[in-house]
């Protein structure tokens, strides 16, 4: 039998853990981790609680904002509604006063006819004259006539009374106009200094101001009302572009200088022009077209917006707002990536990058070694094809080149004498071509930063004045078009520099040029409220271009031909686009609007309402059916359009 005294269980001591310094550390780590778990915790909810704060907050100011747009809305139409009930009641008084004043004087003459409505009936006239004597007619005798003692008596206190109304009326109408006047050109002063351009050069209006006026796209009767016209030359509202020709002495009535109130059609057809198709019905909106009357499927309305279709054509639109793109100054210019993801514009002294999908900025380009002194508009932007770099033009004379990515200038170039007003790059992105107020555009090398200088130097241009507005480089890179001041489209050879090409037809300046996406077609905006089309094909294949060139000045101006003129817009063409389909002419006015043509039949498909002030610039998503506009209110819209 084996021992068992090896199995027992040592015993262990049963009391407490001696206290040492591992221990006493341990429960300090406890109980600061315990204080640290509840600090987060009082820190989250504190987050949170901001977080529902901000929340909160952001929705009352979109709130407020979106109260702040209805009430404004409904001022604006209000104040439309006051103006024409007060026009209705001045021409209802005035009637009642003269049938009045032909009953107290005995003479049964016929009511007279109603005042014409328009400007001259507007505001105050002063006291309303006596109607004039009737030759053989006597005054009217009897106890029932005025010309009784008794009755003359009471007749003279009416009279008296009468006039005194009269003048007390018009005088407090006098008063309430010559503020009414006093703030409208405060207002003009404000929104519009004027500055007068000297002969044969550039000077561009800087509308530091250029804030909505009282006006708004709200459906009234009648058509589109204008901007009020300055006192002194005709300059241009905005300082996207330069402003028309004509500040100094008037020239006879010609391609450049159309008679102050003639018609706005075209000069007869000569040489350089084949037979323009110009729709005889259905062409343009009527002119008495009322959008109130209008059936509710040729409109559609927005809350601060409207577009109105044409009812002479089947309706094969459709538009809709997708996102407004508030500024802080006037927005010159617009303009899409190729993929159209992005939309750049252009004020003072940024260019900006927006998703256009969400409508959120991405990005803003800034020059800090730009002068800080006066204003420095970005006049024209552009991509490059391939996204990464943004060409930006300014008052400056300066193109910078920026890399998107890294907010910094890669290139600049200079060179320009005077402001830059358009850019277009190349579809290979190897060439850059600006247009300028110095009469000249260039073609600048991405790669060595060299460049080739077009320039007009026509001893007959109109006014002498040929400052290049807008420049546009055809889809296969071989032309290059510019719209100028002196009323002429010029085409060169972006191979030999040569011009090759004179479009001679509109009567004012040409404000803009966009080819057509096969490259056989031009269009051209101008400041005589037309845009035109223009046969390209042949200089594409290269063959009447070396004609042209071989043959001298009377060719170049006989190769292509105008074969559409698109007649709608009540004021300047400032801006045109055509669709990445080609289905679409766009043109953007000083009107306001902005209108859909048919680019087959230079018909207006839809006429779109949604600036409180001109549409400078307007561009068409190359990738997709999406519009932008930029206006003189500070706002960029970005809509979408697609066929019905």
Not at 39 to 53: A, T
Not at 149 to 168: L, T
Not at 311 to 330: I, Y
């Amino acid at each position: 039998m084996s021992s068992t005294i090896y199995n027992h269980r040592s015993l262990q001591p049963t009391g407490p853990p001696a206290q040492g310094p591992n221990q006493h550390t341990h429960n300090r780590l406890n109980e600061a981790f315990d204080t640290i778990r509840q600090e987060f915790d009082g820190l989250s909810s504190d987050l949170g609680i901001l977080r529902n704060q901000r929340d909160e907050y952001e929705s009352k100011v979109t709130s407020q904002i979106n109260e702040l747009n209805i009430i404004r809305q409904s001022l604006y139409e209000l104040e439309s509604q006051h103006g024409k009930i007060r026009l209705q009641y001045e021409e209802e008084l005035s009637r009642l006063r003269a049938e009045l004043h032909a009953a107290r004087q005995g003479i049964p003459a016929n009511p007279p006819p109603h005042p014409a409505v328009g400007p001259a009936s507007v505001g105050p006239s002063g006291p309303p004259a006596p109607p004039a004597s009737v030759s053989g007619v006597l005054p009217a005798t009897g106890p029932g006539s005025y010309s009784d003692p008794y009755y003359g008596r009471d007749r003279d206190r009416d009279r008296d009374r009468e006039r005194e109304k009269d003048r007390e009326r018009a005088d407090r109408e006098r008063e309430r106009e010559a503020r009414e006047r006093e703030r409208e050109q405060r207002d003009r002063d404000r929104e519009r200094p004027v500055e007068v351009r000297e002969p044969k050069r550039i000077k561009t209006e800087r509308m530091k101001g250029d804030r909505p006026d009282h006006y708004s796209p709200s459906l009234v009767p009648g058509p589109t009302p204008k901007l009020p016209a300055p006192a002194g030359p005709p300059t241009f509202q905005g300082p996207g572009l330069p402003p028309p020709p004509s500040a100094h002495a008037p020239y006879p009535p010609g391609p450049g200088n159309p008679p102050p109130s003639g018609p706005t059609d075209p000069p007869p057809t000569s040489s350089s022009l084949a037979p323009v198709n110009n729709p005889s019905n259905g062409g343009q909106f009527p002119d008495d077209l009322d959008p109130h009357s209008v059936p509710p499927e040729l409109k559609k309305e927005g809350s601060d917006w409207f577009a109105v279709f044409n009812p002479k054509v089947k309706r094969v639109l459709d538009v809709a707002l997708v996102h407004t793109l508030m500024h802080e100054s006037v927005v010159c210019c617009v303009r899409f990536s190729a993929d159209g993801k992005f939309l750049a514009t252009g004020c003072n002294r940024t260019a900006q990058i927006y998703d256009t999908k969400t409508g959120a900025k991405t990005c803003v380009l800034a020059d800090e070694t730009a002068g800080k002194a006066g204003d420095l508009y970005i006049r024209s932007v552009c991509f490059s094809p391939d996204g990464k770099y943004l060409a930006t033009g300014a008052e400056d004379k300066q193109i910078r080149i920026w890399d998107i990515a890294k907010k910094r200038i890669r290139n600049v170039f200079d060179g320009h004498q005077q402001e830059i007003y358009s850019l277009d790059f190349s579809l290979d992105g190897r060439l850059i071509v600006s247009g300028s107020g110095d009469k000249t555009a260039r073609i600048w090398d991405m790669v060595d930063g060299s460049s080739k200088v077009l320039t007009i130097n026509d001893p007959d241009s109109v006014n002498n004045d040929a400052g290049v507005t807008s420049v546009a480089i055809s889809p296969n890179g071989q032309l290059v078009a510019a719209g100028s001041l002196d009323t002429v489209v010029r085409i060169w050879d972006v191979a030999t520099g040569m011009l090759i090409e004179r479009l001679r037809g509109h009567r004012d300046s040409v404000y803009s040029v966009a080819f057509t996406p096969d490259g056989k077609g031009l269009v051209s905006g101008s400041l005589d409220k037309t845009l035109k089309y223009w046969d390209v094909s042949g200089l594409v294949n290269g063959g009447k271009r070396k004609d042209a060139t071989a043959n001298g000045k009377k060719d170049l101006e006989k190769a292509s031909q105008c074969t559409m003129n698109f007649m709608g817009h009540t004021d300047y063409v400032l801006s045109v686009a055509v669709s990445h389909d080609g289905q679409w002419v766009v043109s953007g006015s000083k009107d306001r609007g902005v209108q859909f043509w048919d680019s087959h039949t230079a018909t207006v498909q839809c006429m779109l309402q949604g600036h409180k002030n001109s549409v400078i610039s307007i561009d068409l998503s190359p990738a997709g059916n999406i519009l932008a506009t930029g206006s003189g209110d500070w706002q960029a819209r970005i809509w979408s359009y697609q066929t019905i």
